[in-house]
């Protein structure tokens, strides 16, 4: 073996060696996890031991289809997610937007300023969101004060208990969290276009507007689909967390979705794990469809695989 293929092999095992932690991670934390779909054939009840006895097979795959309680309360948090993701989906575009609007902010201190307050909030966990909401919209809250002082009421709003536009009330929420979070990777590809391309067209005469619309946003417009493509893909991950701490007796038939569903049997009385993992493996199963199906729509339209 030559020296030029002996430094080569030591250099794969020298990378193999730096991405080894990181595959040990995803190994721990997202593969062996998976062994408790095996919940999903067994007539589990906790804090009964495991047993092969309590074999049922797909019991449980049909009993959500064939039980109408089951199937209609299915039904209704597909319906939640779908609605919800959608919306986002809708204005997906809005991160790269922002991101065009900070660009050509002039003022570099009051660009990095208006980056940093939107940007903080993805790293505050929805909790002290919720908190920040209690504050401003509750009964008390600082928002009923103010319009009962103006005399804009005369009865305070409760609006974290109504069932009133939940959705478009959890994707403001969530699009104040995440925002300035979703337009770094857009301001990066900004910073990657060729800086000869603006000043051409200025030369040309081009006004900012002329500029943003035929050299901006097409140059963003690839990392747009992909990003698109991939939220298809998650399109029924749209997480838990954020509708777990805005639940309540009075919007729970609107605000609740399919994780916080099957975390909801999960810790139900009695609990219901069977159903719940049943139920929780159906929905990967879908997102996988859902990605490779994006990716496939990638392939067809783009001609460059997202996988």
Do not use: C
């Amino acid at each position: 073996m030559s020296s030029s293929s002996k430094s080569k092999k030591m250099r794969s095992y020298k990378e193999f060696l730096l991405i080894l932690p990181f595959l040990i991670l995803v190994a721990v934390f997202s593969y062996y996890p998976l062994y408790g779909w095996i919940y999903a054939f067994f007539d589990y009840q906790p804090p009964l031991p495991f047993s092969w006895d309590s074999f049922v097979g797909t019991k449980w795959f049909k009993i959500l289809f064939q039980n109408k309680s089951y199937f209609k309360q299915t039904l209704q948090v597909l319906r939640n997610t779908f609605a919800m993701s959608g919306i986002a989906l809708l204005f997906s575009w809005l991160p790269m937007f922002f991101a065009i609007f900070l660009n050509e902010i002039k003022n570099l201190r009051f660009r990095k300023f208006v980056q940093t307050v939107t940007t903080l909030p993805n790293f505050i966990s929805w909790v002290l969101v919720y908190s920040v909401a209690f504050l401003l919209m509750s009964n008390n809250g600082m928002f009923n004060s103010f319009a009962m002082d103006i005399g804009l009421i005369d009865t305070p709003i409760d609006f974290l208990k109504s069932n009133q536009h939940i959705w478009f009330k959890m994707w403001l929420w969530l699009t104040w969290k995440n925002l300035g979070w979703a337009a770094i990777m857009y301001i990066a590809a900004i910073s990657s276009i060729d800086t000869e391309l603006f000043e051409a067209a200025r030369v040309d005469g081009a006004s900012r507007l002329r500029i943003i619309r035929h050299i901006t946003i097409p140059s963003l417009l690839p990392t747009f689909f992909v990003l698109l493509l991939l939220n298809i893909s998650n399109f029924l991950n749209n997480g838990m967390e954020q509708y777990f701490v805005f639940q309540n007796s009075w919007n729970r038939e609107y605000i609740q979705v399919l994780d916080l569903y099957v975390y909801n049997l999960s810790t139900s009385k009695p609990p219901v794990y069977s159903v719940s993992t049943a139920l929780s493996m159906l929905k990967s199963i879908v997102s996988l469809v859902l990605l490779f199906g994006a990716n496939t729509f990638s392939k067809v339209v783009r001609k460059q695989s997202i996988l």
